[in-house]
Nanobody, 124 residues
Framework: QVQLVESGGGSVQAGGSLRLSCAASGDTFSRYCLTWFRQAPGKEREGVAAISATGDTTRYDASVQGRFTVSRDNAKNTLYLEMNSLKPEDTAVYYC?????????????????WGQGTQVTVSS
C-alpha cells in the first residue's frame, strides 16, 4: 500500500494562493486514483479535487472549480493542489487520499488510504 504525506499548508489572506503537495511512497504510485479532501471544524470531510491514475481525467467540487487545479507527477510520486483566489471558507485541514480504481470519486468513504493532513487558513 502507498503511504501519503501532505505538505504546503499555511496561512494566507483572501485572494492569495497556496500549493499543496502529497508525497507518496511504498507502492506503485501510478496505480492509484488520488483525491484531495478537506475538513473544516464542525463539518464533514468533503471531496475537493480528484485525478485519475494516468492524470488524464480530473474532477472538482463546484465550490473550487476554476480556482483549484489538481495535478500529479508520477515520476516524482507526488500529487499537487494549486489553490488560487482563496476564500475564508476554504479554511480547513486538507488531506490526500488514494484508491486503486478507475473511478475517482469525491466520496470519502470510498478511500482507505489517507495522509495526516495539512492546515490551510485563509483570513479575510
Amino acid at each position: 500500500q502507498v503511504q501519503l504525506v501532505e505538505s504546503g499548508g499555511g496561512s494566507v489572506q483572501a485572494g492569495g494562493s497556496l500549493r499543496l503537495s502529497c508525497a507518496a511512497s511504498g507502492d506503485t504510485f501510478s496505480r492509484y486514483c488520488l483525491t484531495w479532501f478537506r475538513q473544516a471544524p464542525g463539518k464533514e470531510r468533503e471531496g475537493v479535487a480528484a485525478i485519475s491514475a494516468t492524470g488524464d481525467t480530473t474532477r472538482y467540487d463546484a465550490s473550487v472549480q476554476g480556482r483549484f487545479t489538481v495535478s500529479r507527477d508520477n515520476a516524482k510520486n507526488t500529487l499537487y493542489l494549486e489553490m488560487n483566489s482563496l476564500k475564508p471558507e476554504d479554511t480547513a485541514v486538507y488531506y490526500c487520499a488514494a484508491r486503486t480504481s478507475l473511478l475517482c470519486t469525491l466520496v470519502s468513504s470510498r478511500y482507505n488510504l489517507w495522509g495526516q493532513g495539512t492546515q490551510v487558513t485563509v483570513s479575510s
